[in-house]
């Protein structure tokens, strides 16, 4: 089992939901993904799914819960992908880590027998995805857990726009997060052929396709091909977000020459 | 066997314990409540052990290590209480999870054999609690630990006060905590009949009583019952917290009509 | 396997470490000592590492990623020493831990058909430390991870001077860390003989060596010894080095009168 939510660290909601699973799995074992994303950020918790669950082995149970919609009638829905299955809110959350081909079967969350009593309309982390998740992990089939969800939201990355004049190719596109480091990942994919230069939140322009943070000399910004695959935007050893101001959402352009 | 600690997660004082955990009892789970607690926070690690622990099952032992006075006279105690081992200084800090009837058995922490060597002044999460929980964990019996405690101090949530007047009942009471949200949690229990408002911090009034987060209009604070079963005070999408510019002990006033 | 990196809790890092270890060797527990120090400081890793690692049983795998060179030609190391593996960068990390007479083997990673496919060039942690972790943890010889290392950098704890005059003993060195109490760890050991005062940061006056942070009147700063065997600035129930405003390599000297 696997958990991702914007509850935080100081509070004891994480604990709560660890302790039901380890009522109900003994021995299962928990893997934070994160807990310190920005509260109700549907958007970084999709993306830090994408980012994680794929290195995961297969039937795993990964569970999200960022939930601005905790006790109104959204559905809880869990999607079963890649041998695994995810447990998330149908508020598009799902669709960072799982494009439409993938999933196999998409089930709505009402098995009421399954949930804490009382139920809370507050906190179904605890009530409502951690029991749920202890019995997937202990074995119970997905089709327990209620009927064939019919419709649900995805949402997803967004895609770059590439465009081929002559012998050059455009890429336009955006930041799509910023990390610790401060290095600023875009939507744009590397591209063959030899880079020519990007510009980045409409003045800040880059010369330099590096290979590494390490190749670029210390203060200057370059792009470099992060871990999801992505153009990043990074200033080796400093916070490229910063000394650029750069924020989620800002545009960039970037030409590569093709033959 | 539970952690909750004031350490924070910046330096190396939980991976020590954690280490100390794993070399007595391998293959025993740890599972962290929190250790992102204020420094010192006595009232909020009890806080945090009422709202997680009762999740947990039964046989599990529970360490807080919330400490001002490690290396004085202060007493380490383990408390047996619903089938599982509380382990914490003697400062108050169990009772908020504990309440005096539950508590079957208390014990004072002496067995100065199952210790650390070199015994330091300053660290006994690692020296003291650490191999404690972790022979507990093992299986040790809890008379091992020391003679009965004869006397502790017990801390606990302050009650609210409840007034009846004619067809109304007016409770008073306080915020107790604030979390990650900024909802703030007060000590008032939802009472039967209808609710008719609330007065926060002398001078927010609250008219509506709503089922979640997510019935109340974006930017006007309502009261929800919270995951404690106490009337928190939220913003939808918002820190009431922040807009309300709430705080730990400020007064709160709720009436109802009862028939 | 422990992990050690400065990678956050707030991105995705960490989760693709532990879902790449948890694939290679299911069921292997995965503890943390800390992601969160502060960006590239492989200074602070080194004294978590050397706070921390020496807790835990033999045939532990101890990781840490504080790695500026990713991806450049920096090398990656493995040391065998007191019965367990420390996997580090060459960046001089494991020598805060790792004095080099308990060193028995260094090995350098080299193991191409270990690592994930495609190996990114911004992201060793989750394409190459944890899958060889994973694969040493499951019972992978060291030797198979590459040839004998024939040099490496090791940095350590910067030595007091100590220096006798008469029958006064005076210890020169500096503060080395502040931990999140705000507690100044120095580099000085305690002596034989009677304490007779110190001065740290050049105006700083102390006058009492405590036995612990409790038995220092609220307020007023003392020396005690710290968990690791050094002594602290301390300030009971408060940060010693904000009140003092102590940092990182501020001087120390204290006397001590001996027989």
């Not at 669709?95 to 009382?118: D, K, M, N, S, T």
Request: hydrophobic content about 45%.
């Amino acid at each position: 089992v696997t958990l991702l939510t914007d509850f935080g660290t100081r509070d004891g909601y994480v604990g709560a939901m660890k302790g039901v699973i380890a009522s109900i799995a003994p021995g299962i074992p928990v893997v934070d993904i994160s807990h310190d994303i920005e509260p109700q950020s549907i958007r970084r918790a999709g993306l830090l799914w994408a980012q994680a669950t794929p290195y995961f082995p297969r039937g795993s149970i990964h569970v999200a819960v960022v939930d601005p919609g905790v006790g109104s009638r959204r559905k809880i829905l869990a999607f079963s992908a890649r041998g695994s299955v995810y447990l998330a809110p149908d508020n598009g959350l799902a669709g960072y880590a799982l494009q439409r081909r993938a999933i196999r079967r998409v089930v709505e969350v009402r098995c009421r027998e399954l949930f804490l009593e009382p139920l809370s309309d507050t906190f179904h982390g605890r009530d409502i995805f951690a029991p749920v998740a202890a019995h997937l992990a202990a074995g119970m089939p997905l089709e327990k857990l209620g009927p064939a969800a019919r419709t649900y939201r995805l949402e997803a990355i967004p895609r770059a726009r590439r465009r081929r004049r002559g012998s050059t190719v455009e890429l336009r596109g955006e930041v799509i997060d910023v990390d610790r480091f401060g290095n600023a990942t875009t939507n744009l994919e590397p591209q063959p052929g030899r880079f020519l230069e990007a510009t980045v939140a409409s003045s800040v322009r880059l010369s330099q396709l590096a290979r590494s943070y390490a190749a670029a000399s210390p203060g200057s910004p370059v792009l470099v091909v992060g871990s999801m695959g992505y153009l990043e935007v990074a200033v080796n050893l400093e916070s490229a977000a910063d000394l650029l101001g750069l924020r989620v959402g800002d545009p960039i352009r970037a030409t590569w020459r093709v033959e």
